[in-house]
């Protein structure tokens, strides 16, 4: 159809029967005509007043320019209020000269258009917001059509992780974002989820692109979820992907500490229990072993069940503090005996709760192996009585509770009787019999409440408690006097060993403890001194002499290390030659002490208590040396080849292989034994009467001369002299000194030379001091002389002076 056509209107077509608002307007707004429609447009419009003012200013501006352009125009014309939107098309009648206007309510049409337009800002905005979120949050998220499987919508992190951007990714298809192979792998979980319609979650582990440069595979979570519209699945889905590495990470590091720890719980020689809360979760199989039950009677009892009763309440109060230590208790064996232990508590953290893991040592080894070094260290281990030390450590105390409590005390110190003489002929073996047969024999006679210990030794030390008075000390010293008395047959005569025993009472002999010890010891030695099988009570005034002794004693051991003693020689010569004697035949070694503070000690001052106390050998040793280098040094310098007499201690002469250290000092120094001559006293050879011959043929052997000191004194029977390999008596110096007045002491000194006369002995005389004794003794047939008269002890010094004027005066 075209305009040409078109049928004209009815010329009688009125302007009200339009379906529409229309109006004839001239360029100057005058309304030339208007139907019906136009004057219910607006409301102004009806009114009689001009209907430009119907509009607001800027309306009626925009109308007023279109009107007087003389154009076709159209116009939207906003209403204000209440009035309607209006839309305007008009169209230059020149003609007419006027505008032929169209008019059309627009209101609802225009509020539909912002609301869409509102709407559609909105949702932009919500896009975007959406976008934001999407790509802020921690996870991946996409979004695929069902179908066809093309995304449309991806967050950042989607796409970047399949290598793409979230605008490329859009449009692109599931395979060609994940790949084909994953495809393939994913497609049993999107058959399900299209299948089904329910959200399909599965993990998968996307393997790293460059695990040589650290970028490690990532274990990912995915999350197929349907769309759903109204709860209605739609025919699209979201993907989800979490990154679940660090769980899978942690997971797998427990699962495997979870073995580590079982291998070790199994391999563990210790006890090993996990306990949740107390309850038992676990234990090893040496745990088990330990403690006699099987694992699974063990599985969830209270860990304490198994704690001694005595001890639960400190091992309540450690797993109550959940500390991390070590401690010791006991746990309790199925047949109710009690097992030491150390207990090491640990807190575990396995798959997100707290463990507790006790390692279990059985110490009942260490524990007894303790005690047995405690017992060792407090006791003597020959007798299981206490030692010194541990007796010691007890009687401080026990002072200090009498002293306290009033009470008295008593000390008693005892020292066997001829035990030495059964330990040196029978041996230690039987010596350490006597010594344990003693020590039950003296723990018979006292109470519990006593202490008893052993020194060392033979020396036994027992602490009474709770004394009133001396006559209950007694009744303890005479209940040991009876009992301890060990008969022995020793050196072919029966020996008895008994006990001497000293007393010190506390608090009257004293009030320390080293202090009674040393007086109950002075004490024991007073005993002794009064023969034995004896006991003496403390006694100050006999103690005094006592401690000069003692400390003479660390003197003389002091002197001997500082080189404090020295030897003076005295003369012998030939009874025959001239006034003063003949030729030299020998020098008496005599033992001389530079005492730091005392000056010069004679022998007298100090070789009783060196021979009490053991030190003689020592002395006695040094001595023989030095004669034997004095021997030497004259030899060699030819001042004079004469022997030197060196005298013996009765120690010396008992020890076994003295002749022996005789040889060893003589092979030392590199001299000759007929350098030395020994001088025994009568007393000493009777002493050793068994011994004697043996020992006197050795050192004879060796060359040395052997002679009796201070002869006349002992009672030797000359039966015995006849039978010993001697050279030479000495008359002793106090028969000499009587001379020549004394009838008896002249008549013994001229029986003693005509005896040795006859058994064929030299004879010498000790302590001539006047011419007179000389001649006698000379004219007697005495030997030799040694004397004042002659010549004193003097040091070797002074000797050799001694002898270089004499040989000058006595050429
Ligand atoms: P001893 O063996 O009888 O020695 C002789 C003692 O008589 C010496 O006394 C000597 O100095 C002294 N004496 C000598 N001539 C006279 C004199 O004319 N008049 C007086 N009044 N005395 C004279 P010393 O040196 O004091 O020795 C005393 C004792 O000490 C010795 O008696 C001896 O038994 C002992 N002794 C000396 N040195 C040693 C030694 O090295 N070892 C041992 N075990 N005992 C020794
Ligand atoms: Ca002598
Ligand atoms: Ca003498």
Avoid at 67 to 79: A, K, M, T, V, Y
Wanted: hydrophobic fraction near 45%; charge should be negative; include cysteine.
């Amino acid at each position: 159809m075209n305009d040409a056509t078109l049928p004209s209107p009815p010329a009688e077509l009125r302007w009200d029967e339009l379906p529409c608002a229309a109006s004839l307007i001239g360029p100057q707004a005058q309304l030339l005509q208007a139907n019906a429609a136009w004057q219910s447009l607006h409301p102004a419009f009806a009114l009689g007043v001009t209907w430009l003012q119907a509009f607001a200013a800027a309306e009626r501006e925009q109308l007023s320019q279109a009107l007087g352009r003389e154009q076709d125009f159209e116009l939207l014309l906003p209403g204000h209020g209440c009035a309607p939107d209006l839309a305007c098309r008009a169209r230059w009648l020149s003609a007419r000269q006027a505008f032929a206007c169209l008019w059309h309510d627009v209101s609802v049409q225009r509020r539909q258009e912002q609301a869409a337009q509102a709407q559609a800002q909105a949702l932009a905005l919500q896009a975007s917001q959406m976008r934001l979120l999407a790509d802020n949050v921690p996870a991946l998220l996409a979004f695929y059509d069902a179908q066809t499987f093309r995304c449309h919508f991806a967050n950042r992190q989607y796409a970047q992780a399949f290598g793409l951007d979230e605008r490329s990714i859009l449009g692109r298809s599931f395979s060609e974002v994940i790949g084909a192979d994953a495809r393939l792998l994913v497609q049993p979980q999107v058959d399900r989820l299209l299948r089904e319609r329910v959200t399909v979650s599965y993990e998968r582990y996307l393997p790293g692109s460059d695990p040589a440069r650290g970028e490690d595979g990532r274990w990912v979570e995915v999350s197929l979820i349907p769309h759903l519209v109204d709860g209605i699945p739609s025919q699209a889905c979201f993907v989800m992907i979490n990154d679940i590495t660090r769980h899978r990470v942690a997971e797998i590091a427990a699962r495997e500490s979870e073995a580590r720890l079982q291998k070790f719980m199994q391999a563990s020689v210790e006890g090993i229990l996990f306990h949740r809360q107390g309850q038992i979760s676990d234990a090893n199989p040496p745990l088990c072993r330990l403690l006699g039950y099987s694992l699974d009677e063990m599985v969830g009892r209270a860990a304490l069940d198994f704690v001694v009763e005595d001890l639960r309440e400190q091992a309540a109060r450690v797993m109550a503090e959940r500390r991390e230590l070590s401690y010791e208790s006991a746990l309790l064996h199925r047949d109710g005996s009690r097992i030491s232990v150390e207990l090491i508590v640990r807190t575990l953290e396995s798959q997100g709760e707290q463990l507790r893991m006790t390692i279990v040592r059985d110490i009942r080894d260490r524990l007894a192996a303790q005690a047995r070094i405690q017992h060792l260290a407090h006791h003597d281990a020959l007798t299981g009585l206490l030692n010194r030390a541990a007796f010691m450590e007890q009687l401080g105390p026990a002072l200090q509770l009498a002293e306290s409590r009033e009470r008295r005390l008593a000390l008693l110190f005892i020292d066997l009787d001829n035990f030495k003489r059964v330990n040196d002929s029978l041996g230690h073996l039987e010596g350490d019999k006597v010594l344990t047969t003693v020590a039950e024999r003296i723990t018979d006679c006292l109470r519990s409440t006593d202490l008893v210990a052993r020194f060392g030794g033979d020396e036994f030390v027992i602490l009474l408690r709770d004394i009133a008075s001396r006559e209950d000390v007694m009744v303890v010293l005479m209940a040991l006097l009876a009992v301890v008395e060990v008969p022995v047959l020793a050196d072919g005569c029966r020996l008895c060993v008994t006990p001497s025993i000293g007393v010190a009472m506390f608090p009257e002999h004293g009030g320390r403890p080293e202090e009674l010890i040393q007086h109950a010891d002075m004490a024991m030695y007073q005993a002794k001194a009064g023969g034995r099988a004896n006991y003496q009570f403390f006694d100050a005034e006999l103690a005094r002499h006592a401690y000069s002794d003692l400390v003479l004693e660390s003197e003389l051991a002091q002197g001997l290390e500082r080189g404090e003693f020295e030897l003076f020689f005295q003369p012998q010569v030939a009874a025959l030659g001239g006034e003063q004697g003949g030729a030299l035949i020998g020098a008496e070694a005599l033992l001389r002490w530079r005492h730091p503070t005392r000056g010069l000690l004679g022998p007298d001052a100090f070789i009783d208590v060196a021979e009490r106390h053991r030190l003689m050998v020592k002395l006695g040793e040094w001595v023989l040396r030095a004669a034997a280098l004095q021997a030497r040094d004259w030899r060699e310098r030819g001042v004079a080849a004469v022997p030197i007499a060196v005298n013996l201690s009765r120690m010396q002469f008992r020890l076994d292989g003295f002749g022996a250290a005789v040889a060893r000092v003589l092979d030392e120094v590199g001299i000759a034994g007929e350098c030395l001559e020994l001088e025994l006293t009568e007393r000493m050879l009777m002493d050793e009467i068994a011994s004697a011959p043996a020992t006197l043929s050795a050192l004879r052997a060796l060359g040395l001369g052997v002679s009796v000191d201070d002869f006349g004194t002992g009672y030797t029977s000359l039966a015995h002299l006849t039978q010993l390999p001697l050279d030479k008596l000495k008359i002793d110096q106090s028969f000499v000194a009587k001379l020549p007045e004394d009838g008896g002491a002249a008549a013994i000194t001229r029986a003693i030379i005509q005896m040795a006369r006859g058994l064929g002995l030299h004879v010498s005389a000790e302590g001539v001091r006047t011419l007179a004794q000389r001649r006698l003794l000379a004219d007697w047939g005495c030997d030799e002389l040694q004397g004042e008269l002659i010549g004193p002890p003097m040091s070797a010094a002074d000797f050799e002076q001694w002898l270089q004027q004499r040989s000058s005066a006595f050429p």
